[in-house]
């Protein structure tokens, strides 16, 4: 597996990061693999406590058959698919891949037992189709890779922006304006590595919200983003004092109608078909979460 450190904020050990980064290893096992050079950076072979740097390219090669990921029988709801991808509609509380902590449950143990090895592999065993992620208690939208040359299309159309991805929101308080783009540099905290923060040295990122609704002290929004950095809404929305609706990670604790954690879904898609110049647009409607907060709300 290669990777490109791309939201250095301040110096952190290589372990720490790493530990972060692959949740199906513990950090000490990175660290030995690290002293066994499987895990290398820019070529060369360093110690745990190496300090990445924004550029970095990290290669890993960690055996993975010591985790046995076994398919189950989950059921998943399929928007849309062809013969090289799919568009799962992945429900809030469910894991993208599996962890170190959890090896089963996961989206990727579903689409084991879906597709078996008509999925990809660029990005190793234990994350096969995947080519992002949404977290745990994030729901809505995500593209599936069936084989390793769409994973590979699909990336670089990502990289370069071409897709819309549309998300809807609860936030705390009243939001005045209707639409408006947040633009602040996002990276890892150092001090909390689970964390991402705004900070000067972090890359840019962007983030239009349009309001979409306003009730007594909560608003609903739509986030299109425009970058895709590790939480980005989440960061972003919390900066300005508008926190996403129970988000404890970012927000200010519980609020008042109690779901499970932060009440946000992708809900809407513009991908380009593999291979083509067709572009495809999907939309769901609300998730039950949302819904429960939109009926208490109003």
Known sequence: MKLIIDDYTEPMRLDAYLANYLHEFSRSKIQTEIKKENITVNGTNVKPSY?????????INIAENSVNILPENIPLDIVWQDENMAVINKPSGMLTHPTSQELSGTLVNALLFLYGNNLSDVNGELRRGILHRLDRNTSGLLMIAKNNAAHEFLAQKMKEHVFVKKYLAFVKGVIEKSEFTIVSPIGRNPKQPQKMTITESGKECLSKIKVLKRYKDATLVEVELITGRTHQIRVHMASIGHPVYNDTLYGFGKMK??????????????????????????????????????????
Do not use: H, R
């Open 257 to 298: 109608i109690k779901t499970d954690e932060q009440v946000l879904q992708s809900y809407k898609l513009t991908f380009q078909k593999p291979f083509t110049e067709e572009f495809i647009t999907l939309e769901i409607p609300m998730d039950s979460k949302l819904v429960k907060v939109q009926k208490a709300l109003e």
């Open 51 to 59: 300090l990445v740097k924004e550029g970095d390219v990290v290669l």
